[in-house]
């Protein structure tokens, strides 16, 4: 089975904070992708990375920049932290190719931002 | 711009009735579609998904119907569970792009 963890699944820091939400797989995925999941709004893309030292903004990249040293993590970066980016975020990855498209989610952090 | 749209924030359904979730895409480019299940406090979970190739896609009591001309697809669960109980998310793609575009989500409640 595909894991997916992320480094915390509370997080409270204070606005002005850098912060970082670290992600790993450990199915050799090529693909790696940030979310933040707000009531109503769904699922929106923050960041992804298709392989190792490479990314590509979503929807909503403001804000936030990403890292990815090794293949296995993937990790998130706000710069300074503000209120309206206390969210739930979710890190997914999937294999790269043509198939399959479905995408494996960690379990989340939930951050606060006071 | 929402391009995939989930219009019921919710539905409550009886168990052992159907439960019918529904959304609505508006580009159409995209031509693969998944549905993701997610429980509180938890990542979503694929469940099912279905190519523009195919108007119909069956996973045990879980099934997507895609119609390409309504740009509308839909999710059918027989018979609805108590653990059922969910948010349930549509996903749109198109040809081997790695990004998705989720909807807004539905959250089913199966009543006893």
């Known amino acids: 089975d595909v894991k997916v963890t992320q480094s915390s699944r509370y997080l409270v820091k204070r606005t002005g904070e850098k912060v970082f939400l670290e992600c790993v797989q450990d199915?050799?995925?090529?693909?790696m992708f940030w979310y933040r999941q707000d009531p109503g709004l769904g699922l929106r893309l923050i960041y992804f990375?298709?392989?190792?030292?490479?990314?590509e903004k979503g929807d909503i990249p403001e804000g936030y920049s990403v890292s990815r040293e090794k293949k296995e993590r993937f990790s998130l970066i706000l710069e300074s932290a503000s209120t309206n980016q206390t969210s739930m975020y979710l890190c997914?990855?999937?294999?790269?190719?043509?198939?399959?498209?479905?995408?494996?989610f960690g379990p989340g952090t939930r951050l606060t931002v006071l | 711009d929402q391009q995939v749209k989930q219009n019921s924030p919710s539905l409550s359904v009886q168990e052992g009735r159907i439960s019918i979730l529904n959304c609505d895409y508006t580009n159409s480019m995209f031509d693969y579609f998944l549905w993701y299940k997610k429980y509180p406090a938890e990542g979503p979970t694929f469940l099912i998904s279905i190519s523009s190739i195919k108007d119909k896609n069956e996973d045990g009591r879980f099934t997507v119907f895609l119609n390409k001309s309504a740009k509308h697809l839909s999710l059918h669960i027989v018979p609805s569970q108590p653990g059922d109980s969910a948010v349930y998310f549509c996903?749109?793609?198109?040809?081997?792009?790695?990004?998705?575009?989720f909807g807004t989500g539905t959250r089913l409640q199966v009543t006893l």
């Open positions: 990375s298709y392989d190792v030292k490479m990314k």
């Open positions: 199915m050799d995925h090529e693909n």
């Open positions: 996903a749109a793609t198109r040809g081997t792009a790695s990004k998705l575009t």
């Open positions: 997914a990855s999937r294999t790269g190719g043509t198939s399959p498209l479905e995408q494996f």
